[in-house]
């Protein structure tokens, strides 16, 4: 096949000094740009091989190692800089050539890169029949149709006893037409392995399949990707084995809308046959590791932060086997943040007021579930509506 292959340079010398190395065949074609040239010529890179002289530029390799990342980049490098070098890795790097190599070595690191221009191509033809079936977007690698690869997926999984998680991405209804398309497959993508694949649901809502992970993994790859997005997104995580395609979809739809109604950023389940393989002694140790780790220290720096800024109001805490609670009380009023364990399996926050016509809100989540921040803002919602309680029952 022929080999499409571009040096990158702001020193002319350069081309004279590698085109002879390079061995080309007769059929091959050879280009020749500055950094700033090869910007404007981005429609000739599709299944390029790029070799960029970093010598007095290593911030503009960096710079098109991102840009052009899905094309195979080998970097010619003077120097020893093993910082660059692991940035220029991380970058999309391929490989590295120096002038203390031999032709032969050169030729040699030329021809893994060769292959790979040359599988980029092929599965560009394979993309383009796949956009014009209209079952991939043209501008990104978003599947259209989650059905048909939702069923062919969990199929394999299924052979293969394999594991994925699946998620379910929107945002609210309020934002929901507030950021565009681009912008959220565009972190998703950057931030999720080539494997693992994002379907469209509907008007900014997204199927993402997260392959060989589990929920913890999957909710730190969703922290990391929602800090990236403009707005506020919610996520709903399963696990995606041994489950029918339709099952599977309800699991994590439940689970999106319940982050949407509780306004957190992510809701997971691990699944009723992971809960009966755990007992009733891990379950203890989870509650009470969390009370531990998170309950007591969270509830004890809020008692701190608000001792002396509310005045007329004690602050109280108490703590006992499967239970924390925490009380505001002033003269009329004596609400309570509850957190409970009922069979230990589960964690209820109740939020309890005094009076007969305001109802208990409940919050239940998975024991794993309950973190620092997410208890930290809960009773910052809880303090904030006593105040206003008080403001009112003063007026």
């Known amino acids: 096949?022929?080999?499409?292959?571009?040096?990158?340079?702001?020193?002319?010398?350069?081309?004279?000094?590698?085109?002879?190395?390079?061995?080309?065949?007769?059929?091959?074609?050879?280009?020749?740009?500055?950094?700033?040239?090869?910007?404007?010529?981005?429609?000739?890179?599709?299944?390029?091989?790029?070799?960029?002289?970093?010598?007095?530029?290593?911030?503009?390799?960096?710079?098109?190692?991102?840009?052009?990342?899905?094309?195979?980049?080998?970097?010619f490098s003077y120097n020893e800089n093993e910082a660059f070098k692991i940035n220029a890795y991380q970058n999309g790097a391929f490989s590295f050539i120096t002038p203390f190599m031999s032709d032969k070595e050169i030729q040699a690191q030329m021809i893994p890169v060769l292959n790979a221009s040359s599988v980029i191509r092929k599965n560009t033809q394979y993309r383009n029949m796949l956009v014009k079936e209209e079952l991939i977007s043209a501008y990104s690698e978003v599947f259209s149709d989650y059905t048909v690869i939702l069923d062919d997926e969990l199929k394999i999984l299924k052979e293969n006893s394999g594991q994925a998680v699946l998620g379910a991405i929107s945002p609210n209804e309020k934002s929901k037409f507030f950021i565009q398309p681009n912008i959220i497959e565009k972190a998703i993508l950057n931030n999720v392995r080539k494997n693992d694949i994002l379907m469209s649901y509907a008007v900014n809502k997204y199927f993402l399949l997260l392959y060989d992970t589990d929920i913890d993994g999957a909710q730190k790859i969703w922290s990391k990707i929602s800090k990236q997005l403009p707005e506020k997104m919610?996520?709903?995580?399963?696990?995606?084995?041994?489950?029918?395609?339709?099952?599977?979809?309800?699991?994590?739809?439940?689970?999106?809308?319940?982050?949407?109604?509780?306004?957190?950023?992510?809701i997971s389940t691990a699944g009723n046959a992971e809960k009966s393989g755990q007992t009733f002694k891990m379950y203890r140790q989870e509650f009470n590791r969390r009370m531990e780790n998170i309950i007591t220290p969270v509830f004890y720096h809020t008692q701190q932060k608000y001792n002396d800024k509310l005045f007329g109001v004690q602050i109280e805490q108490t703590s006992g086997e499967g239970l924390a609670i925490m009380t505001l009380k002033s003269r009329n009023i004596a609400n309570s943040l509850k957190i409970t364990t009922p069979g230990l399996s589960k964690i209820n926050i109740d939020i309890v007021y005094n009076n007969e016509t305001t109802p208990a809100k409940r919050i239940t989540l998975e024991p794993n579930e309950l973190e620092a921040g997410l208890l930290e803002d809960l009773l910052e919602q809880f303090i904030e509506e006593f105040k206003k309680e008080i403001d009112y029952g003063n007026t």
């Open 1 to 75: 096949m022929q080999s499409r292959i571009i040096l990158i340079s702001d020193d002319s010398d350069f081309f004279e000094y590698i085109t002879p190395k390079l061995v080309l065949r007769k059929y091959d074609e050879l280009f020749k740009f500055t950094f700033t040239d090869i910007i404007e010529k981005s429609e000739l890179v599709s299944g390029s091989v790029f070799i960029i002289n970093s010598e007095g530029a290593e911030e503009q390799a960096l710079n098109l190692l991102s840009i052009f990342k899905e094309n195979p980049c080998i970097v």
């Open 234 to 266: 919610y996520a709903g995580f399963a696990n995606a084995a041994n489950k029918s395609r339709q099952q599977l979809v309800n699991e994590v739809l439940n689970k999106l809308h319940e982050a949407i109604n509780y306004d957190k950023n992510y």
